[in-house]
């Protein structure tokens, strides 16, 4: 069993800046990657952001050059800038959780972010 407790979202203006970081607990060594999603109103979740225990990094295309994703084993941060009023959304920590052939998704409790002037 994984726990993931989010924290650092918030309301900031366009163009700003935020950090989001999450940290994981209970079973953290059976965790094979980690990263962040986020779901606005009446859209799909979406991924974001991802790395994997072998260190590999994917980010989608809509966030590609504005926010980065950094980790430290059971730690994971998403540092957003030129933050846009369409990142708005409820932001979500991911951990990817249990043998590689059976990967379990397991959740934080979401954090708000607010990009409005």
């Known amino acids: 069993q994984v726990q993931l407790v989010e924290s650092g979202g918030g309301l900031v203006q366009p163009g700003g800046s935020l950090r989001l970081s999450c940290a994981a607990s209970?079973?953290?060594?059976?965790?094979?990657?980690m990263g962040w999603y986020r779901q606005a109103p009446g859209k799909e979740r979406e991924v974001l952001s991802v790395?994997?225990?072998?260190?590999y990094t994917y980010y989608a295309d809509s966030v590609k050059g504005r926010f980065t994703i950094s980790r430290d084993n059971a730690k994971v941060y998403l540092q957003m800038n030129s933050l846009k009023p369409e990142d708005t959304a409820v932001y979500y920590c991911?951990?990817?959780?249990?043998?590689?052939?059976?990967?379990?998704?397991?959740w934080g409790q979401g954090t708000q972010v607010t990009v409005s002037s």
């Open positions: 209970g079973a953290t060594f059976s965790i094979n990657a």
């Open positions: 790395k994997s225990n072998d260190d």
């Open positions: 991911n951990a990817k959780v249990g043998p590689s052939i059976a990967l379990m998704d397991y």
